[in-house]
T-cell receptor
């Protein structure tokens, strides 16, 4: 059973701080990793993807991947109230019957307070 | 123009009824998906189709039947609705199968009374 685990939160940070969101996964065969943002009542929106070990930066967002530790994280710098949402970690697979499948974590609720 | 659209947005129905949800994408993608998001926000894949061919069929009751008339459309038909089917159903599409970006539709909130 492939699993993706996240702290459900809520994670509360002050405006301007760094928000750190974490995710672990169980399947070492996982090959692609994604962070989605979901505002209340809306659909998931992709904000970051990462495929190899290390850091990937895009604006205020940095995704970090450590395949040896089966760990992926998302850092949000200079957090804004508009970043308040549920953040979903998703893991993709390339082989066998799981080809093209994304498995999602349960999401972390982030609240950025002024 | 909406990239991935779903109809209806809300669906309220009685137990035992049969209902359908429609999904269309105008992105030219080959692969489409159905996901179910429960009340705890847990998002789980149900089916995926690649160019009208069923690729992924998770452990879903056979009351749920996807239909793909062409690669731009993936509909979901649900027979004999149960209370536990109440959830938000999302359609998504991606350009290729292999762990690529999936674009989600706005969701259909299904409430079974």
């Amino acid at each position: 059973q492939k699993e993706v685990e996240q702290n459900s939160g809520p994670l509360s940070v002050p405006e301007g701080a760094i928000a750190s969101l974490n995710c672990t996964y169980s399947d070492r065969g996982s090959q692609s990793f994604f962070w989605y943002r979901q505002y209340s009542g809306k659909s998931p929106e992709l904000i970051m993807s990462i495929y190899s070990n290390g850091d990937k930066e895009d604006g205020r967002f940095t995704a970090q991947l450590n395949k040896a530790s089966q760990y992926v994280s998302l850092l949000i710098r200079d957090s804004q109230p508009s970043d308040s949402a549920t953040y979903l970690c998703a893991v993709g697979y390339a082989g066998g019957t799981s080809y093209g499948k994304l498995t999602f974590g349960q999401g972390t609720i982030l609240t950025v307070h002024p | 123009d909406t990239a991935v659209s779903q109809t209806p947005k809300y669906l309220v129905t009685q137990m035992g009824n049969d209902k359908s949800i429609k999904c269309e994408q105008n992105l030219g993608h080959d692969t489409m998906y159905w996901y179910k998001q429960d009340s705890k926000k847990f998002l789980k894949i149900m089916f995926s189709y690649n160019n009208k061919e069923l690729i992924i069929n998770e452990t879903v009751p056979n009351r749920f039947s996807p239909k793909s008339p062409d690669k731009a459309h993936l509909n979901l038909h649900i027979n004999s609705l149960e209370l536990g089917d109440s959830a938000v159903y999302f359609c998504a599409s991606s350009p290729i199968l292999k762990g690529d970006t999936q674009y989600f539709g706005p969701g259909t909130r299904l409430t079974v009374l």
